[in-house]
């Protein structure tokens, strides 16, 4: 199924948004491989397992594959097509659970790609990573590949909703060794080896570093905004 979904669906994209892709050699062919990328949209899971040269594994919300109806089967069948992992969100140990499900995708041979900003950047900076990103590459013994992906926040404007006709560039770096940095159960060595990969992220992007965690607004800060926004449009 999911071999189908690339061979239909890939070609459509290529031809539709003509994305640019640099370095997609630098993605193995064969083996375990964690893909860390920056974080604009939510198209950014789709537009990289459709220009891999493999597919490539990413975390979904379960909600995406428990729909009901033409509908729902159509929704699970697509994000179960393109290779998305079901997580769900929500529990306390939500975060460890999606790491888990990661590490059984590497453990397997396969690509898994991860966003170490943990949610997407909501004004184009680059935000410090978190150090799942270094958890699963040094426990699941592969290199990382990072990723820069520019314009698919012109695609999908304000990260999620409709999408755009835009021009995406997609940039695969050289695969990076982090077992150099020491071993996964220590926290110094996670947190050098996240801090290499945003490094190289941020030489793909060319994005200002925000130095920060990428935390999301408070719920009421997201309600009046939702407000302000619907007002706005009638």
Not at 23 to 45: E, T
Not at 178 to 198: I, K, N, Q
Request: charged share 25%; proline share 6%; no cysteine.
């Amino acid at each position: 199924m999911r071999f189908l979904s690339r061979l239909l669906l890939a070609p459509l994209a290529r031809l539709v948004f003509r994305p640019r892709v640099i370095g997609r050699r630098n993605v193995p062919k064969h083996g375990g491989v964690l893909i860390a990328s920056n974080h604009l949209a939510f198209i950014d899971s789709i537009v990289l397992t459709l220009v891999a040269r493999r597919s490539v594994s990413f975390m979904a919300k379960s909600a995406y594959f428990t729909g009901r109806g033409f509908t729902g089967r159509l929704q699970r069948a697509f994000f179960s097509g393109v290779g998305a992992v079901p997580v769900e969100r929500g529990a306390g140990s939500a975060a460890q659970d999606a790491l888990d499900a990661g590490l059984r995708v590497l453990e397997a041979g396969d690509a898994f790609s991860i966003y170490p900003e943990g949610t997407r950047s909501r004004d184009g900076r680059l935000y410090r990573g978190r150090t799942g990103v270094a958890w699963l590459a040094l426990t699941a013994g592969v290199p990382v590949v990072p990723v820069g992906l520019i314009g698919t926040d012109e695609m999908q404007p304000g990260g999620k909703g409709p999408i755009r006709f835009a021009r995406v560039t997609v940039k695969f770096g050289e695969p990076l060794d982090l077992s150099s940095f020491g071993p996964a159960s220590s926290g110094r060595a996670r947190r050098e080896a996240t801090d290499a990969v945003m490094a190289a992220i941020q030489r793909l992007t060319g994005q200002e570093e925000a130095g920060v965690y990428n935390e999301p607004p408070p719920a009421n800060v997201r309600e009046r905004v939702t407000r302000i926004l619907h007002r706005e449009r009638r």
